[in-house]
């Protein structure tokens, strides 16, 4: 149950802090918002009211809402339009980018978290992080944490040197250079040929880590961040591939909370391996997933999502017109149920046999 409430509640913050994002932009472009609300309604309470908005707490916990001043109901036989509507188109612009933004940032935080208790790689190393019982490396007493320095006496800067230099020789004996508590120790083992599942000498490997300096974590965030983003945005690409992976599909909320458990369960049986060095670094990528995954996925250019307002402003600013408030409101109804569909019909797919 513990482990349930976590990740509703964080995956109703990073909502939240989306809508935040929205919040804050249109108040520094002089939008008037009616109400920022934390969860859906119905309203619980007003917490209190500043500036001219209303501040709520509402009764479905999760995420929020930003609803901008009414400016026409459509009671008068006009169209309901909103201050964010009738905004110059670059305002708007402004306010749709802001969400998605706000999530790209609890990424770069949230890497900059791990980076700063880690330490980031080093690219021109590698290390041992396993090794499997009864290989070859095993076999010549080669540890996890050992620093391959040299194959065959050939400097080795990286995995991709590492694997053309063992590959060149499977079935062959090689001479391994490993560094281990400041000294380098040479052994001698044969690449099996043909290599089995867990490689031809059965390691497996990364760079090892450094601590690093806070503009480091800063720069390292990015980075990262900017790799998970190019990642997410070529998923919609592989899905409509005809041989995409049999495992490549969109996730509802089952799917998001079983592979929430499955990340978290490896953090737990990390910190029973090791206690004093415990630390949920699954859990945080798994959030780093959501909350890039969130940000990316509403800057599509889809009707009712952050990247249709995101065109129409475009189009607004290329084509210097408006585009009618009568045609933004039937796009964006028509967008908004569509999405309701693809939702429905994604969690619904999870839950029916």
């Known amino acids: ?46 917490l209190f009211t500043a500036g001219g908005t209303r501040y709520t707490l509402n009764a479905i916990p999760l995420g929020g809402f930003v609803r901008p001043k009414i400016l026409g109901d459509g009671r008068d036989g006009g169209q ?24 790209i940032l609890i990424a770069v935080a949230l890497y900059m978290v791990i980076f700063a208790h880690q330490g980031v790689p080093q690219m021109n190393k ?3 992080v396993d090794i499997s019982p009864h290989s070859p490396a095993a076999q010549a007493g080669l540890q996890p944490g050992d620093i391959i320095v040299a194959v065959n006496g050939a400097r080795v800067t990286g995995p991709a ?61 990015l980075k990262a961040t900017a790799d998970d983003v190019v990642q997410v945005a070529s998923y919609p690409v592989v899905l409509l591939q005809r ?17 929430y458990r499955q990340f978290r369960a490896a953090d737990v049986q990390a910190a029973q391996k ?37 065109v129409i402003a475009l189009f607004e600013l290329a084509a210097r017109r408006r585009v009618p408030v009568k045609v933004v409101n039937a796009i964006n ?6 999405l309701l569909g693809l939702l429905l019909i994604i969690n619904l797919r999870e839950w029916l046999p």
């Open 1 to 46: 149950m513990t482990t349930l409430l976590i990740f509703i509640a964080a995956l109703a913050l990073m909502i939240l802090l989306h809508e935040f994002g929205h919040f804050l932009a249109a108040r520094l472009a002089g939008i008037p918002i009616e109400e920022f609300g934390i969860g859906f309604p119905p309203r619980l309470v007003t």
């Open 161 to 221: 040197d590492l694997h053309d230099a063992i590959y060149a020789h499977l079935g062959e004996p090689i001479r391994l250079t490993v560094a281990r508590g400041g000294q380098e120790i040479t052994v001698t083992l044969t690449p099996r040929n043909p290599p089995p599942a867990d490689g031809a000498i059965g390691i497996l490997m990364a760079h090892p880590l450094r601590r690093a300096s806070p503009l480091e974590t800063i720069v390292w965030g």
């Open 126 to 128: 590698v290390a041992i």
């Open 333 to 338: 109804f028509a967008g908004f149920v569509a």
């Open 80 to 103: 309901p339009v909103d201050a964010l509507t009738v905004a110059p188109p670059a305002r708007q612009l402004g306010v749709a980018v802001a969400g998605p933004l706000m999530n």
């Open 243 to 259: 041989n995409h992976p049999a495992n490549a599909r969109l996730l509802g909320y089952k799917g998001m909370y079983e592979m």
């Open 274 to 310: 090791a206690p004093k060095d415990a630390f949920p670094v699954n859990t945080l990528v798994f959030f780093i997933i959501v909350t890039v995954s969130l940000g990316v996925f509403n800057l599509l250019p889809l009707p009712a999502l952050d990247g249709g307002r995101i």
